[in-house]
C-alpha cells in the first residue's frame, strides 16, 4: 500500500473510531432512561435557563479569545492579530471542534490562520501557543472540580474524584510545563521533535502568563456556571459548589480524541455522577447535559455560520501594536 493510501486508511480508521466512541456512548446513555421520562425531563427544562446556558457558553468563547491574546503577550508575539479577528477565529474554532471529532481541529484552524503572530517564528510558535491553551483549560477544569470538593458540604463520597483531581491536574500541569521548557528540552529530543521544540517561544512576560491562567480559569467557570443553570433548574437543591463536582468533570471529556466534543462520554460522567451525588433520576441527569451539549452547538453553529461567510480571515486581519 502506498504512503498516501495508508495516510487515507489510518484518517478512516481515526474518524470510525472517534464516530463510533460517541455513539456507544449516547446508545449506552439512553439504555439507563426510558425516552418518555427522558421527553418530559427535557421539556420540564425552562427555556430561560436554556438561553442563559448559551449565552454563558458564548461569553466562555470571547473570554477565551482575550486568554488568547493575553498569551500571545506572554510569548512575545510581533504581530498578535487584533481582538475582533481573534473573536471570529474563537467561534470558528469552536465549531470545529463541536462539530467534528477530536476536538483539536479547531485549535489546528486557529494556529494556522494566525500564524503571522510570531513572524519568523511562524506556525510553530502560534500553535505552541494554542496547546498551551488547551493545557491551561483542561488545568482549570481540575482545579474547579478541587474547588468543588472543598466548598461542596452535602457530605457527599467523593473519594474517588479526589483522584481523578489529582490525576488530572498533574497530567494538564506536565504538559504545560513540557511546553514552557521545551527549548532546554531540545538538545535532548530526538530528530524534527527536537528540531520542533527548539522552535517552540519563550515566555517572555510572567505577568501576563499569570493572567492567562486566571483567564482560564474564568472561561472553565463560565461552563461551570451554564451547567449550573441548568442542573438549578430542574433541582433548585443543586448549589454552585455542588455542580462543580459533576460540570467540569463532565467537561473534560470534550479533551478526549475519540469522541465528538465529548459527546456520550459526557452524557455518560453526569447520568453517573449525579445519580451517585445527589440521588438524580437519570432522565433528569441527561436532560441537563442534553441540554448543555445544545448550547455549545448553538453557539458552535455561530462560528459554521462565520466561517461559511467570512472563512478564518475574519473581519480585520490588522494586528494591534500596542503591548
Do not use: K
Not at 532546554?184 to 529530543?189: E, F, K, S, T, V
Not at 441548568?230 to 463536582?245: E, F, K, Q, R, T
Not at 455549545?296 to 467570512?310: D, F, K, Q, T, Y
Amino acid at each position: 500500500m502506498s504512503a498516501a493510501g495508508s495516510s487515507r486508511l489510518r484518517t478512516v480508521l481515526l474518524w470510525a473510531l472517534r464516530l463510533g466512541g460517541t455513539a456507544a456512548g449516547l446508545i449506552y446513555t439512553l439504555t439507563l432512561v426510558d425516552l418518555d421520562d427522558l421527553g418530559n425531563a427535557l421539556s420540564r427544562l425552562p427555556v430561560a435557563a436554556l438561553g442563559l446556558a448559551i449565552a454563558l457558553v458564548a461569553a466562555n468563547v470571547v473570554a477565551g479569545a482575550l486568554r488568547w491574546r493575553v498569551l500571545l503577550d506572554a510569548y512575545g508575539a510581533t504581530a498578535p492579530p487584533s481582538m475582533p479577528r481573534l473573536v471570529h477565529l474563537s467561534f470558528v474554532g469552536f465549531f470545529y471542534n463541536n462539530y467534528l471529532p477530536g476536538a483539536v481541529a479547531g485549535d489546528v484552524v486557529r494556529g494556522v490562520a494566525t500564524r503571522e503572530a510570531f513572524g519568523d517564528g511562524g506556525l510553530t510558535g502560534n500553535l505552541a501557543v494554542v496547546l498551551v491553551e488547551r493545557a491551561l483549560g483542561l488545568f482549570a477544569l481540575f482545579v474547579l472540580l478541587a474547588a468543588g470538593l472543598a466548598l461542596s458540604d452535602a457530605g457527599f463520597d467523593t473519594g474517588a474524584l479526589w483522584w481523578w483531581t489529582v490525576v488530572g491536574t498533574a497530567g494538564a500541569a506536565a504538559i504545560v510545563v513540557g511546553l514552557v521548557i521545551a527549548r532546554r528540552l531540545a538538545p535532548r529530543l530526538p530528530g524534527a521533535l527536537g528540531r520542533i521544540a527548539a522552535r517552540v517561544p519563550a515566555i517572555v512576560d510572567r505577568g501576563a502568563f499569570a493572567r492567562g491562567v486566571a483567564l482560564s480559569i474564568a472561561t472553565q467557570s463560565l461552563i461551570a456556571l451554564a451547567g449550573w443553570a441548568l442542573l438549578h433548574a430542574g433541582h433548585p437543591d443543586v448549589d454552585l459548589a455542588d455542580a462543580l463536582l459533576v460540570v467540569p468533570l463532565a467537561a473534560a471529556t470534550a479533551f478526549l480524541p475519540i469522541t465528538v466534543g465529548g459527546a456520550g462520554a459526557r452524557e455518560a460522567v453526569f447520568v453517573s455522577l449525579c445519580g451517585r451525588l445527589f440521588g438524580f433520576p437519570a432522565e433528569d441527569a441527561l436532560a441537563a447535559s442534553l441540554a448543555l451539549w445544545f448550547a455549545h452547538l448553538a453557539v458552535g453553529a455561530v462560528g459554521g455560520v462565520l466561517m461559511a461567510a467570512r472563512g478564518t480571515s475574519g473581519p480585520a486581519r490588522g494586528t494591534h501594536q500596542s503591548r
